[in-house]
């Protein structure tokens, strides 16, 4: 398999089929993929929607939260169940466009080392407070993080599976993806994307609810970059070193293969 795209969803019943059809129409016979589906709580029947896409769709999976836990705790069942190594993710109400995916793919896979792909929105169909909240939000970030990227609340992004599951992780660390793989010593490449305007249902965050936790957010990870020291191996006179344990990310795809 080569993509598990991993989709948290919460009462969004009304979007699961058109998406779900978007994501066949983008990639089927382009490669091998699975759509997870993460139902975070949701009182609605998103849960049945995504079960009578299964009907026609196998390669849809559905994991369910029993309470609400939060966009990255789905993200993060999403991305422990997935059966691929790369990882794409966006979200279920339809604003990013499935048709981007084969795009971001293929500059992953021209990518060397460690990486994030991540979408950039360049003609964001959302209010004019929201717009305006998120430019805002995304200076003050960028200036204190230098994370090297335009956009980080688009969630249409693609990554090595391995390499999330290394990350710290924190509620609504899914905005600060960049900065933590910058800290891992990664690259991170913004793309522009295709934006949509919502359709169906409603938005499950505020501006209000975003400003809060992302002051409390930004301090945390801003601790987190600082706290941490990355080290750098050298030759050791020419002799031959012992076996080392393997790094972290071969031993986390190591467990996540016997898993499967």
């Known amino acids: 398999m080569d993509l598990s795209l991993v989709i948290p969803v919460k009462n969004e019943a009304d979007n ?9 129409a983008a990639l089927h016979g382009r490669l ?25 769709s196998p390669e849809v999976r559905l994991l369910r939260h029993a309470r609400g836990c939060g966009q990255s705790a789905a993200i993060r069942t999403g991305v422990r169940a ?6 794409a993710t966006l979200d279920g109400d339809g604003q990013n466009d499935p048709a981007d995916i084969p795009q971001l793919w293929q500059i992953a896979r021209e990518m060397p080392g460690d990486f994030l792909v991540a979408g950039h929105r360049t003609e ?9 909240a998120s430019l805002i939000a995304n200076r003050i970030r960028a200036r204190l993080l230098h994370d090297e990227t335009p956009d980080t609340g688009c969630g249409l992004k ?20 960049p900065a933590l793989v910058l800290r891992e010593g990664g690259i991170v490449r913004s793309v522009p994307v295709n934006h949509r305007p919502r359709r169906r249902g409603v938005s499950k965050y505020g501006v209000l609810d975003r400003l809060g ?3 409390a957010d930004l301090v945390g990870v801003l601790w987190l970059r600082r706290r941490y020291s990355r080290p750098e191996l ?15 990310r071969a031993i986390a795809s190591a467990r996540a293969a016997s898993l499967f």
Request: proline share 8%.
């Open 16 to 24: 699961i089929a058109p998406l779900a059809a978007e994501i066949r």
């Open 32 to 56: 091998a993929y699975e759509i997870v589906y993460v139902d975070d709580g949701s009182t609605d029947t998103t849960a049945g929607e995504i079960r009578r896409a299964q009907q026609s």
């Open 82 to 87: 997935a059966r691929a190594t790369w990882i």
């Open 124 to 132: 964001r169909r959302d209010s004019w407070s929201k717009r305006r």
């Open 158 to 177: 693609l990554f090595p599976r391995a390499l999330f599951l290394d990350l710290p992780y924190f509620d609504h660390m899914h905005r600060f993806l």
């Open 213 to 215: 936790v992302g002051i």
């Open 234 to 248: 050298i030759a050791d006179d020419g002799a031959v070193p012992a076996a080392a344990p393997a790094p972290p």
